[in-house]
């Protein structure tokens, strides 16, 4: 049985303009497919900009093309980063990330396996995120980190998304197969255009 | 106090007291920022008593990038005699949407944009 969190929706995919892209965490280590995140998140953004040409070269502001590459670049590098880090590397359970373009909006879809033991710890932090003030935990964090040096991670990628780039956050929890247990988490970022 | 690689550039410039990132900043972790970190707080030792961070060329930073930034700035914060000015770019679309925070971390920091 499912469980949905946060602005999570189900329906099929309902726009003709979409990508996924898979990736199979076991073929090689980590370390060496982390240059890849950047690969595919650039490349994901520079596409989108098709559906977005430029439009006054002229103009000292950015356009908006430029900013729809940045920030699906952006977005979308946060999420593999998420995914390749907290995959459940005994599970052989495949990452994929989908990107469907609507008129008003880009939607993000991004699966991986998680560890049955983070799945709690986790959950309890997309609470926090749904029910806090997100500038406020952002300032939280960042105090945090620097007073604590012995986290790896930041904690900063989905508050990042929800306080600057104004994206509506969604995941799903899912067994995904049984004996052993493997739980898939699907993270949905939608980000207006 | 300089780090250059194909994807990036770090360097503190004593003479003109600037601190430059340029390039494309997509570390995995702490780990993998630690040799930036050092020369970032290398920096905050020598507490000058203007310090600029040249971010003008700094085209890409992934969120463990904007951790190690802000958390330079909590350092300078700390420092009570210096000040700093952030110099960003315009044309560089993260910049007008993430570096306002580093000004919430550290009020007297000024935000200057090419």
């Known amino acids: ?36 995140n950047g690969l595919s998140a650039d490349f994901l953004g520079d596409y989108l900009t098709t559906f977005f040409p430029a439009t006054d070269t002229h103009s000292n502001t950015i356009d908006r093309s430029a900013e729809i590459k940045s920030a699906v670049g952006y977005i ?40 049955s033991q983070l799945v709690e710890k986790f959950q309890a932090y997309i609470q926090n ?23 790896s991670s930041s904690g900063l990628g989905l508050l990042t998304m929800i306080n600057d780039y104004m994206a509506l ?25 | 106090m300089e780090i250059k690689t194909k994807d990036y550039h770090v360097n503190y410039d004593s003479e003109t007291t600037t601190l430059l990132c340029k390039g494309s900043l997509r570390l ?51 420092k009570k005699h210096v000040s700093m000015i952030v110099q960003g770019s315009q044309q560089i679309p993260w910049q007008g949407k993430s570096l306002k925070n580093l000004k919430r971390l550290m009020p007297t920091l000024k935000l200057e944009w090419e």
């Open chain 2, 28 to 78: 995995s972790g702490m780990d993998e920022y630690a040799p930036i970190v050092q020369i970032f707080n290398q920096v905050a030792d020598l507490e000058p008593s203007e310090l600029k961070f040249n971010l003008k060329g700094l085209e890409f930073l992934n969120s463990s990038g904007i951790n190690v930034l802000s958390k330079f700035v909590i350092k300078i914060r700390q």
């Open chain 1, 1 to 36: 049985m499912a469980q949905l969190f946060g602005n999570f929706s189900e329906e099929p995919i309902s726009s003709e303009e979409y990508l996924i892209l898979g990736f199979s965490p076991s073929s090689i280590p980590l370390k060496q497919r982390w240059r890849n």
């Open chain 1, 169 to 193: 956050l969604g995941w799903k929890f899912d067994t995904v197969k049984t004996e052993p247990d493997v739980i898939a988490v699907t993270t949905m970022v939608q980000l207006t255009v």
């Open chain 1, 129 to 151: 995120l749904i029910n806090e003030d997100p500038q406020e935990m952002y300032i939280e964090q960042l105090e945090r980190n620097a007073e604590d040096d012995s986290n």
């Open chain 1, 76 to 115: 979308a590098n946060e999420l593999l980063e998420n995914a390749m880090k907290f995959n459940d590397e005994a599970s052989q359970y495949p990452i994929s990330i989908q990107l469907q373009l609507h008129s008003d909006r880009i939607v993000f879809r991004v699966t991986n396996s998680i560890p």
